[in-house]
């Protein structure tokens, strides 16, 4: 199998979109088989991601927007991030030594794509779960098992129903008998007297 054709490693990352949180996937391969040995980026500050791809899957729901966000990953001394275990499989070994290199943080930019909000429930936690089984554990990265913990808690509650309470919570504004508004411990403002 060529490096164009094999599984590339999926991430799936929260990242801040507008004035809000959403989910966004993005893809890892290397363009050969012994890219991670060159040199990497500096020693400091944020490195592109040498594997990150950037052409749009053929699966990729629509409206989805490509999008670039930052990533916190574990380095190799050389300055490249530490793939993922599917990915390390279908690097050429002969001239790495494991147990030489040493590995720390770094903060990656990343190029990939940030779903539609209609995509993030049910259809991402499919996907998920048939790409995990298609591809395996090691091309997936570890914060799908999480995320489908957390999709699946989620989708269970709103099977069960709405999620807001259906009463008056203390400390929200609520209606008195008289039809006024007030706030829980606050008495309400006497009324106005009528015109007469």
Avoid at 35 to 54: D, F, I, K, Q, T
Avoid at 89 to 97: D, F, L, R, Y
Avoid at 142 to 166: S, T
Wanted: proline content about 14%; charged content about 20%; hydrophobic content about 40%.
């Amino acid at each position: 199998m060529s490096v164009e054709t094999e599984p590339a490693g999926l991430h799936v990352q929260l990242v801040p979109h507008v004035n809000s949180l959403r989910l966004a996937l993005w893809l890892e391969r290397y363009r050969y088989r012994s890219a991670y040995l060159e040199p990497g980026g500096p020693r400091s500050g944020v490195l592109g991601h040498p594997g990150c791809v950037a052409e749009p899957p053929r699966w990729l729901p629509p409206g989805s927007r490509p999008a670039a966000f930052l990533a916190r990953l574990p380095r190799m001394g050389n300055g490249h991030p530490v793939a993922l275990p599917g990915v390390i499989g279908s690097w050429s070994e002969g001239k790495v030594q494991w147990q030489a290199r040493k590995s720390e943080l770094a903060t990656y930019e990343v190029r990939g794509w940030v779903l539609p909000i209609d995509r993030s429930l049910g259809p991402l936690r499919t996907f998920l779960r048939a790409y995990r089984e298609a591809h395996g554990e090691g091309l997936v990265s570890p914060a799908v098992g999480p995320l489908l913990a957390l999709l699946d808690e989620l989708q269970r509650r709103l099977d069960e129903g709405p999620l807001l309470p259906m009463s008056w919570t203390p400390g929200l504004p609520a209606v008195t008998p008289g039809g006024q508004l007030t706030m829980a411990g606050v008495p309400p403002a006497p009324a106005a007297p009528r015109p007469s």
